[in-house]
């Protein structure tokens, strides 16, 4: 079993930036494929990036791309986000994810463990 907790989400106002971690506890998630989902208000959930198991190939979603960087730390095992130049449609709570396979997914039915998330708030 992976344990999964998210922190440094917060309120923050527009074109400020964030990192979100999520420290991973229980077993190593070094041969995991890590993401970040999100979810906002009456919306569904949605990727945001995805980092695989030796952190050769990230991804991202395409409203995110060029702002935010996924990265991993081994020896910490855990797993961060960093969120620049941030927009209102930011906001939402955003959520760690591990999946077993090693290969890149946006699909959130293919993360086997999930953390609690951390609110992300971003105002004008």
């Known amino acids: 079993q992976v344990q999964l907790v998210e922190s440094g989400g917060g309120l923050v106002q527009a074109g400020d930036s964030l990192t979100l971690s999520c420290a991973a506890s229980g077993r190593t998630i070094s041969t995991y494929t890590m993401g970040w989902f999100r979810q906002a208000p009456g919306k569904a959930r949605e990727f945001v990036a995805a980092i695989i198991w030796n952190s050769a190939a990230t991804y991202y979603a395409n409203s995110m791309k060029g702002r935010f960087t996924i990265s991993r730390e081994g020896a910490k095992n855990t797993v961060y986000l960093r969120m620049n130049s941030l927009k209102l449609e930011d906001t939402a709570r955003y959520y760690c994810?591990?999946?077993?396979?090693?290969?890149?997914?946006?699909?959130?039915?293919?993360?086997?463990?999930w953390g609690q998330g951390t609110q992300v708030t971003v105002s004008s």
């Open positions: 994810a591990a999946s077993r396979g090693n290969l890149y997914s946006g699909r959130d039915v293919d993360y086997n463990y």
